[in-house]
C-alpha cells in the first residue's frame, strides 16, 4: 500500500531565490522535489539544479559512513570506522593542540547550505567554546555587503516582487537565468508591458543576450561607469532635487568629485564608448520607476566595495527609491533580523581569538596573515606576516575550498601539510575530501532540519526533514553536539535541539520579525515579513546609517582613513592600470558560474557534467585569431599563480581583451585536475576584505601536452 505524504522544505543552497519546496514521499523514500506553487516567488517552479534534487540526495557518490584515511594527502583512499572512533580521534586531536593553543585550530565553511541551523549556531558554539581562530567568511559577498552598509546603512534593498512595474531595469554583473532564475518572469513581464532592460556585464551572458541591451564594459570598472553615470545626471539637471536635499548627505562634495568624471575619462576606462555612457545616464535619469540588479559578480576585483558603494548611491541621486518598484536590489538579508546571537553565542569566547580571512586561505594555511592597510585617497596596501601559533588543523564544512579559493597552487599545498589535521564533514568525496584525515558523512537538506532567511525576497523559510538520515549522515548540529559533549563542553546550550534553537532565533522584539512562530512556519513552510505588501524601504530617507540619510558623504570612512566620497579604485591587474604585467599576460580572466553548477555544488553529478560537457573559455575572435586559436582547440590559460586547461569557443560573447571560463569545475574532474581558481589571486578587496576572483590577468595559448604545467 502506498504511503504519500508531502513535505514542506526549503532549499539550502547559496542563490537568492531560497526556494519554497514541496518533497513527496512514499514509504519514506522521496520520490518527488518540487517548487510550492503557493510561495509567491517560487511560484511552482525550481532551477534546473534544485529540479534533480534526488539525483543528490539519492546518489551513489554519497559518503554514507565515517572514514579515516589510509593513503597519501590528495589520494583520496579511506577505510571505513565507526562514529566513536572518528569522534574520538578529532577530540584526542583538539584537545592536544588546544592545550597548546586553541587558537591553532581553524573552522572554514560557508554557504553549502544557507540553514541558520545547519550553518551558525551549534558549529559556532562549539569553536568559540574551544577558543579556536575565527573565521572572517568573505568569500562571495563581503565586499557588497560593506560597500551597502556604508551607503544605505543596511543590506535592504528593492523587493523582487516589485520589478515587473519597473519601466527600466538595469542588470548590472547579474545573471538571473543562471543564479536568480525566480527574478527573471518579473523582468520579462516588465517587458512586456514596456519596459527597457539593460545588461552591464564583460560577457554575454544567457541574461544580457535577452536584454534590450548590452554594455560589455571590462571587468572591475563598474565603479568608473557609475561615477560618469552621476557627471550626465547632475550636469544636465536630471536629479531629484527634493529626495536629495532631504534624505542624503554629501551632495556637493560628490558634485565636485564627479565633475571630474567626464564621459571620456570613464570610456576610457571601461572601453565603453562615450555616447554609451551618455544615453544610459540619460536613461536611467529620466524613466521612473528605474530599479537596478546588482549582483556579487561585480564587486570581485580590487576596487569592489567601492564600485557597490557608488551604485548604490545613484537611486538616491534620481530619487528612484521613492517607488515600490525603484532603487536597488543587491540583498535583501538585512531585513532579517533573527536573533543571531542567541544562534552563535559569541559570549561562550573566553580568549581574544585571533580573526583569519578565508580569501587568503592558502596563505594562511602555509603560515602567513594577509594584512590590509589603508592610506588615504589610495588604494589599500597588502603585506604578508608570520601566522603565529600556524594552523595545526581544519575543520572544513559546508565548502569545497581546494575547488573554491584562490591562489589554488597555496591552497592545496597548505592541505597537503602532512603535519595539518584536516576533518571534513562532506556530502561528497570532494576535492578538498580527498586532503582529510577523518572524513565525515554529512545530511543532504532533505534529511535535517533547518531555518532560513533570504537575500533575494521577504519570506522566512523552514526546512522539515523529509527522510531519515541515508547510511550513518548526520547533520551539522549534531556533529558538534557530539563533539562538544567529548570535549567535556558541559553548557547547557550544546543539548539544545534544533528546533529549540530555531526558537531561539525567532526570539525577538524586532519589528520586521513580528507574527512569525515556528509552528506555522513548520505547517506552511514560510512566512512574509512584517513588511508592507508594497514595501519601500526608503520612500521618505530612513537610511540605517548613522546620519539617518543615504550617505555620499560617510564620516565613517573618513575615520578609518578612508576616501569618504565615491570613487574609482582599479582592478590589481588590467592592461591599463598593469601595463608591465599586461605585457606577459594581456588578457583579463572572469569565471562567473556555469548554468548547471552552483558554486561547486552539483558539479560532480553525471547530467549535470553531461549537460556542461567540460572546461570551456570563451575567447573573442580579435583574441583567438593571433594566437592561432580555432574553435574546438584545447587552450592553456595561464599566468605566475598557475594554469588550466580547457576547449576554446571562439565567440562574441565574450568581449575583446577578456576571456571567461564558466566555473567552479571540481579539479579531478578535469583533463588535467585544474580549475579557473589555479590562475586567481588572494588580493582582497578595498571594503569587506572579500575574494577579488575577477581581477586577474593571464595568456592563452594552444595547449601543447608536451610542455610541463
Known amino acids: 500500500m502506498k504511503n ?109 547550505t544557507m540553514g541558520l541551523i545547519q550553518g551558525e549556531s551549534m558549529d559556532r558554539r562549539f569553536f568559540h567554546k574551544l577558543g579556536a581562530s575565527l573565521l572572517d567568511r568573505t568569500i562571495c559577498s563581503s565586499a557588497g555587503g560593506e560597500g551597502l552598509l556604508i551607503t544605505l546603512g543596511a543590506k535592504l534593498g528593492t523587493d523582487l516582487e516589485r520589478f515587473d512595474e519597473a519601466r527600466l531595469i538595469l542588470i ?33 551572458s544567457l541574461t544580457a543576450e535577452k536584454c534590450d541591451e548590452h554594455l560589455a564594459l571590462l571587468p572591475g570598472t563598474d565603479g568608473a561607469l557609475a561615477l560618469a553615470m552621476m557627471h550626465v545626471l547632475i550636469a544636465e539637471e536630471l536629479i531629484d532635487r527634493d529626495y536629495v536635499e532631504r534624505y542624503t548627505l554629501g551632495f556637493e562634495l560628490l558634485r565636485e568629485r564627479v565633475s571630474e568624471w567626464t564621459p571620456s575619462r570613464a570610456a576610457e576606462i571601461t572601453g565603453l564608448t562615450v555616447e554609451q ?112 601559533p600556524p594552523v595545526k588543523a581544519i575543520y572544513v564544512y559546508n565548502s569545497n575550498p581546494v575547488a573554491i579559493a584562490p591562489d589554488s597552487r597555496k591552497v592545496i599545498a597548505g592541505f597537503a601539510r602532512e603535519d595539518l589535521f584536516c576533518v571534513v564533514h562532506e556530502i561528497f568525496q570532494t576535492d578538498t575530501a580527498d586532503y582529510a584525515d577523518i572524513l565525515l558523512p554529512a545530511t543532504t537538506q532533505l534529511e535535517q532540519f533547518d531555518i532560513h532567511r533570504a537575500y533575494g525576497h521577504m519570506y522566512v523559510m523552514v526546512n522539515n526533514p523529509a527522510i531519515a538520515p541515508l547510511g550513518e549522515a548526520k547533520p551539522n548540529s549534531e556533529v558538534f553536539r557530539l563533539l562538544a559533549e567529548r570535549m567535556g563542553f558541559t553548557d547547557a546550550c550544546f543539548r539544545d535541539s534544533d528546533e529549540e534553537m530555531a526558537r531561539q532565533a525567532l526570539q525577538t522584539d524586532h519589528v520586521r520579525m513580528q507574527g512569525l512562530n515556528l509552528d506555522t512556519l513548520k505547517e506552511k513552510g514560510w512566512q512574509r515579513l512584517n513588511v508592507p505588501e508594497r514595501y519601500a524601504p526608503f520612500a521618505e530617507g530612513n537610511f540605517f546609517t548613522p546620519s539617518g540619510k543615504c550617505e555620499f558623504f560617510s564620516e565613517t570612512l ?18 591599463l592600470d598593469s601595463p608591465q604585467l599586461a605585457k606577459q599576460y594581456p588578457l583579463a580572466v572572469i569565471s562567473p558560474p556555469a548554468h ?24 573573442h575572435p580579435d583574441d583567438a585569431s593571433p594566437r592561432g586559436i580555432a574553435e574546438g582547440d584545447r587552450v592553456r590559460i595561464f599566468n605566475d599563480r598557475g594554469s588550466f586547461t580547457a576547449k576554446a569557443r571562439v565567440t562574441d560573447k565574450a568581449r575583446a581583451g577578456v576571456v571567461v571560463a564558466l566555473s567552479v569545475w571540481w579539479k579531478k574532474l578535469t583533463r588535467d585536475g585544474r580549475n579557473a581558481n589555479d590562475v586567481t589571486g588572494q588580493g582582497l578587496t578595498d ?15 594552444k595547449h601543447d601536452p608536451t610542455v610541463k604545467m
Open 172 to 204: 548590472w554583473g547579474s545573471n538571473p537565468i543562471t543564479s536568480n532564475v525566480h527574478l527573471w518572469p518579473k523582468i520579462l513581464e516588465a517587458q512586456r508591458n514596456g519596459a527597457r532592460v539593460i545588461a552591464i556585464d564583460p560577457y554575454r
Open 558 to 575: 573618513a575615520q578609518q582613513g578612508i576616501d569618504p566620497l565615491p570613487t574609482y579604485i582599479a582592478p590589481r591587474e588590467s592592461v
Open 596 to 619: 548547471n553548477f552552483l558554486n561547486s555544488s552539483f558539479a560532480n553529478l553525471p547530467s549535470f557534467l553531461k549537460a556542461e560537457k567540460e572546461p570551456y573559455l570563451d575567447i
Open 277 to 388: 555612457i551618455v544615453k544610459l545616464a540619460r536613461e536611467y535619469g529620466t524613466t521612473k520607476p528605474a530599479v537596478i540588479r546588482l549582483n556579487y559578480g561585480m564587486q570581485r576585483h580590487a576596487g569592489g566595495g567601492m564600485a557597490v558603494r557608488t551604485v548604490a548611491c545613484l537611486p538616491a541621486l534620481t530619487g528612484a527609491w521613492r517607488d515600490a518598484a525603484g532603487g536597488v536590489l543587491l540583498s535583501s538579508s538585512g531585513t532579517f533580523a533573527f536573533n543571531t546571537a542567541a544562534l552563535a553565542r559569541p559570549d561562550l569566547i573566553w580568549n581574544q581569538p585571533r580573526t583569519i580571512n578565508m580569501s587568503a586561505l592558502g596563505d594562511a594555511l602555509m603560515g602567513s596573515q594577509r594584512v590590509q592597510k589603508w592610506q588615504r585617497d589610495t588604494a589599500p596596501v597588502e603585506t604578508l606576516e608570520p601566522l603565529t
Open 687 to 701: 571594503l569587506g576584505a572579500g575574494a577579488t576572483f575577477y581581477d586577474a590577468l593571464v595568456e592563452v595559448a
Open 4 to 112: 504519500l505524504t508531502v513535505i514542506r522544505g526549503a532549499c539550502p543552497h547559496d542563490c537568492p531565490d531560497t526556494c519554497a519546496l514541496e518533497i513527496t514521499v512514499e514509504n519514506g523514500t522521496a520520490i518527488k522535489v518540487a517548487g510550492a506553487a503557493d510561495h509567491p516567488t517560487t511560484n511552482g517552479f525550481l532551477c534546473t539544479k534544485v529540479n534533480r534534487y534526488l539525483e543528490r540526495t539519492y546518489s551513489p557518490q554519497r559518503v554514507l559512513y565515517p572514514m579515516r584515511r589510509v593513503g597519501a594527502k590528495g589520494k583520496g583512499l579511506f577505510a571505513r570506522i565507526s562514529w566513536d572512533e572518528a569522534l574520538d580521534t578529532i577530540a584526542q586531536k583538539f584537545k592536544a593542540i588546544a592545550a597548546d593553543n586553541p587558537q591553532a585550530i581553524l573552522p572554514y565553511s560557508y554557504a553549502g
